[in-house]
């Protein structure tokens, strides 16, 4: 059974960085695509960054901040989020791309002003 636990939420000061990171168990993920979402309150789901076999990519309004990175040996997908602002405060999911979708629980950051 696939299961994603994120970790590394919290509460940081604008201009800060927090680095979540996120742990696959159940198979061997070397090659699936990886990646955050988050949700801000009354807004929806977006797409934060995602990490394939092909390489990165990022929503506009991180590029250049963020950095998503792997550990196949560990079947870690990593996000370091720097010069953090009031709008990146959201619960922010990993995700697993397989023959199906599968979510982390979710990891709280609050980013204050």
């Known amino acids: 059974q696939v299961q994603l636990v994120e970790s590394g939420g919290g509460l940081v000061q604008a201009g800060g960085s927090l680095r979540l990171s996120c742990v696959a168990s159940g198979s061997r993920f070397s090659t699936n695509a990886m990646g955050w979402y988050r949700q801000a309150p009354g807004k929806q789901r977006e797409l934060v960054a995602i990490i394939t076999s092909g390489g990165t990519n990022y929503a506009d309004s991180v590029k250049g901040r963020f950095t998503i990175s792997r550990d196949n040996a560990k079947n870690t997908v990593y996000l370091q989020m720097n010069s953090l602002n009031p709008e990146d405060t959201g619960v922010y999911y990993c995700?697993?791309?397989?023959?199906?979708?599968?979510w982390g629980q979710g990891t709280q950051v609050t980013v204050s002003s």
């Open positions: 995700y697993l791309i397989t023959y199906r979708t599968y």
